[in-house]
């Protein structure tokens, strides 16, 4: 298929006929909403745009939304630039099983419903994810991300950005972060290999009960607190630590910081309720058909 390619100037919807299996946002300001769906066509409405225009392209399956001088390798380093006078409103729709790759500088990025590989990197956008099943890389300066009943693997790095997990049920969670804090309410189906790491931020972890898994939680200075009597806490001075085994220990949970507490806490069985209301990060309905033209630019 040969390359089409718009440039948008203004809010439009576009629609797109041929097959997207790869999906590139990338923005300065303003929200990235993408949204999988069993239709066949992808769509695209941009509800609002401020300052230069988004160039849109489709070229053997990949769908790209994004500012040219705004490239995706080392995209981490652009978080000192203040001359981003720019601000747009994306929304997408693509099927499911599509591959997406989002960066933001200082948008809000929210991925609902997709099963294929997502990536985001943020600078101080947040990010939140709803309902993912395939796997999900993040990676942010200072925005947060929220993952809620995401079943993928996980994985989040950050400079100062918070991690907030609920009901995950996925089976892999490693996360790192220099002074975020990270939330992790877990609800997973079978044996779970959790990770995490800080410097100083705090980290507090929800587990079903009765669990089964193989915990070693330790802290070099900060303070700990643990729900279940099967696991022993040793250290009086300085480090603490808290090890031992829940049930047949087939999952393995490890949490690892410098400064910050660490708490373990206990999820009643059969629990549903999320640990936040989500209600204001509720997916975001796709855009409306219009046929993708280039006569409407």
Do not use: C
Not at 129 to 147: D, H, M, N
Not at 151 to 174: A, I, M, N
Not at 259 to 287: C, M, Q, V, Y
């Amino acid at each position: 298929m040969s390359e089409s390619e718009w440039s948008v100037a203004e809010p439009q919807k576009l629609v797109f006929d041929d097959p997207v299996t790869t999906l590139h946002v990338r923005i300065v300001n303003g929200t990235v909403n993408v949204v999988g769906t069993d239709e066949g066509s992808a769509r695209l409405e941009v509800s609002d745009l401020e300052g230069p225009p988004l160039r849109v392209s489709q070229e053997h399956g990949v769908l790209s939304v994004v500012y040219d001088d705004l490239p995706w390798k080392g995209f981490l380093k652009w978080f000192d630039r203040k001359d981003f006078r720019r601000s747009a409103v994306v929304t997408l729709a693509v099927p499911t099983g599509t591959r997406v790759e989002v960066g933001v500088v200082g948008a809000a990025a929210v991925v609902s419903g997709m099963a294929g590989r997502t990536e985001v990197k943020g600078v101080t956008g947040d990010t939140t994810l709803v309902g993912v099943t395939g796997p999900v890389r993040t990676s942010t300066v200072s925005g947060s991300v929220e993952a809620q009943a995401v079943t993928g693997d996980l994985r989040f790095q950050s400079v100062s950005g918070d991690l907030t997990v609920v009901e995950g049920s996925g089976s892999f969670v490693k996360a790192d972060t220099v002074s975020g804090s990270m939330i992790v309410d877990l609800d997973p189906a079978g044996p779970t290999d959790v990770a995490l790491s800080s410097v100083s931020g705090e980290i507090a972890i929800r587990i079903p009960h009765p669990a089964d898994t193989e915990v070693e939680a330790n802290t070099a200075s900060g303070a700990v607190s643990n729900a279940f009597d099967g696991l022993r806490v040793s250290g009086q001075w300085g480090a603490h630590k808290i090890t031992g085994r829940l049930g047949a220990g087939s999952g393995k949970l490890r949490a690892t910081t410098v400064s910050g507490s660490i708490a373990l806490l206990r999820r009643p069985p059969g629990e549903d309720e999320p640990l936040d209301d989500p209600s204001d990060t509720e997916p975001h309905d796709a855009p409306q058909d219009r046929p993708a033209d280039k006569k409407v630019l």
